[in-house]
């Protein structure tokens, strides 16, 4: 494992945190969060960068960057804010699996629309009465001749209310089999008659915005099934580590962004005569946070490296998640209290950071559920 940067890596680093400083500072990040838009330049401007088609070969019509490259944009947009990288990496992960699953028309599709930017993907997996426990999903879709006929409902399914957006759709069409088998991913059109997409009142992640989406007999062609009928849980989890270490990556760069801007605070902001952050219970605990930020890092590279060499990570994958998460919601915590009065006030970016932080730990797979992982590879029959 090399713990140095290539010099196209160093590049890429680079060009993205100009992205981020031009397009997404954090400052414009929290007003979009405020007024709940997502401004076209960002997804625009992520695919003129050929960001979307990093991940593809050449021959596929890529770079072919690997899961390090794909951390380093995470991370960079990730200063701006958690949900800015989500737009990244919320259509570039349901991306990678279409394409590597997918029929000649769903591979043109992802080449010529997804990876230009003109056309975006969103999850749908979660339901209301099932969220860790995803696979009692009960989202149905039965045969009708040439067509799906889908009927149930979705929750917390990020960026679909967005125009020019598909929904990668988990839904059950093997109602007998045993639970993990007998899920399908369907491509479903919003647009379509029977599908109803309802904004979710969150706390923050207003940029992508979260949404359920209904589904009353929507009629889906069964040309837009993905892979294999019935092993849509396998083409799920084809993909879910290399969404853990990406995922990683954005609250790695959100970690390091609220604590520099708590440290420029702290620089600035005199009491009793003297920078706050000179008062040892700050600067410990700062520097305790820049360890685990650290931390983190290397448990997400080490992770990206594992899956660059073809290596199982799932131990690894949910380590990093879970303390990249975990660092981000300890971040702005103590950003909080560092900032004080400043940072209470909903016109600090610190106040942004904190509402955004909390969920890190729930979506994408909670805290709890990363740990049952980690046990369970330590032998542990962890429930
Ligand atoms: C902002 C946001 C964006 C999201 N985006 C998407 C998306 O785009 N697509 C999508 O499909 N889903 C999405 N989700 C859903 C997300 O994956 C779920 O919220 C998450 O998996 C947790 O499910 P839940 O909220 O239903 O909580 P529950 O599963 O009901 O869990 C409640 C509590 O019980 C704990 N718990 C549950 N089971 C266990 C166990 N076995 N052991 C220990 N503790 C356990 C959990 O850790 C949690 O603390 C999103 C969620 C949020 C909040």
Redesign the pocket.
């Known amino acids: 494992m090399d713990f140095g940067l290539t010099d196209e890596q160093e590049m890429l680093r680079a060009t993205a945190r100009d992205f981020v400083a031009k397009v997404c500072p954090p400052e414009k990040a929290k007003q979009w969060d405020e007024e709940g838009v997502v401004p076209p330049e960002l997804f625009k401007g992520m695919a003129d960068l050929d960001w979307f088609s990093l991940p593809f070969t050449e021959e596929e019509g890529g770079d072919g960057g690997g899961p390090l490259e794909l951390i380093l944009i995470a991370e960079e947009l990730g200063r701006s804010s958690f949900d800015v990288a989500?737009c990244y990496i919320?259509v570039l992960i349901p991306g990678i699996t279409v394409f590597r699953w997918g029929n000649d028309e769903q591979r043109r599709f992802i080449r010529e629309e997804v990876m230009a930017g003109r056309h975006r993907l969103?999850?749908?997996?979660?339901?209301?009465?099932?969220?860790?426990?995803?696979a009692a999903l009960r989202t149905t879709a039965v045969e009708r001749g040439d067509q799906f006929a889908v009927s149930g409902q979705?929750?917390?399914?990020?960026?679909?209310g967005l125009p020019n957006t598909t929904i990668a759709t988990?839904v059950r069409t093997g109602p007998r089999e045993p639970k993990h088998g007998g899920i399908s991913l369907l491509l479903v059109d919003p647009t379509t008659p029977g599908v109803e997409v309802r904004r979710t009142p969150?706390l923050?992640?207003h940029i992508l915005g979260?949404n359920e989406v209904f589904f009353n007999e929507a009629l889906i062609p069964r040309e837009n099934l993905v892979g294999p009928r019935d092993e849509g849980w396998k083409v799920m989890l084809s993909n879910i580590e290399l969404e853990k270490v990406i995922i990683t990556g954005g609250y790695l760069g959100a970690a390091q962004a609220t604590l520099d801007e708590m440290l420029d605070y702290a620089r600035q902001r005199h009491a009793f005569g003297r920078p706050i952050g000179n008062f040892q219970a700050l600067a410990h605990a700062m520097a305790d946070l820049q360890t685990e930020i650290d931390s983190a890092r290397m448990l997400a590279y080490r992770a990206a490296w594992l899956l660059s060499q073809g290596k199982p990570c799932t131990r690894e994958g949910s380590m990093a998640k879970l303390k990249g998460s975990e660092t981000y919601v300890a971040a702005a915590r103590l950003g909080m209290q560092v900032c004080a009065g400043h940072g209470f006030s909903t016109e600090s970016v610190m106040s942004f950071r904190y509402r955004e932080s909390i969920?890190a730990t729930?979506?994408?797979?909670?805290?709890?559920?990363q740990?049952?992982g980690i046990a369970r590879s330590m032998g542990l029959r962890?429930?």
Not at 154 to 160: E, I, L, N, P
Not at 362 to 369: A, N, R, V
């Open positions: 989500m919320g969103a999850v749908g997996l979660s339901e209301p009465e099932s969220g860790s426990d995803a979705k929750a917390w399914c990020t960026g679909a988990y969150t923050a992640r979260t969920v729930i979506s994408g797979g909670t805290s709890q559920i740990r049952n962890s429930y």
